[in-house]
């Protein structure tokens, strides 16, 4: 079992920045890709992020490449997802999710890969 928090939401205004965290407990940490997903009232949920075990490979969804950033701290057993030039269409729950698969390499889009998701945190960005 894999649990995920995820903390940091809120509002801001377009052009803004937020960092968003995911605390991760119940399993070696370091040995499970990462990703943040996102979703809009009304909307199907959507790829937005992912990292490998190591931190080594990174995956973006075309609509955030250039602004967000995901990292993690195995140390500390937490991902991040940094959120600069906010635009209102970022406005969405965003989640956390672990894929415990067995691929140190693999840092997947697909929602269906992911085994835990967090509750979510909400980011709203006014215009």
């Known amino acids: 079992q894999v649990q995920l928090i995820e903390s940091g939401g809120g509002l801001v205004q377009a052009g803004g920045s937020l960092r968003l965290s995911c605390a991760a407990s119940g399993r070696t940490f370091s040995r499970y890709a990462l990703g943040w997903f996102r979703q809009a009232p009304g909307k199907e949920r959507e790829f937005v992020a992912a990292?490998?075990?190591?931190?080594?490979?990174?995956n973006y969804a075309e609509s955030v490449k250039g602004r967000f950033t995901i990292s993690r701290d195995n140390a500390k057993n937490v991902v991040y997802l940094q959120m600069n030039s906010l635009k209102p269409e970022d406005t969405c729950v965003y989640y956390c999710a672990a894929d415990v698969g067995f691929n140190q390499w693999s840092a997947p889009a697909n929602a269906a890969e992911y085994d835990y998701w967090g509750q979510g945190t909400q980011v709203t960005v006014s215009s």
């Open positions: 990292i490998s075990w190591y931190g080594t490979i990174t």
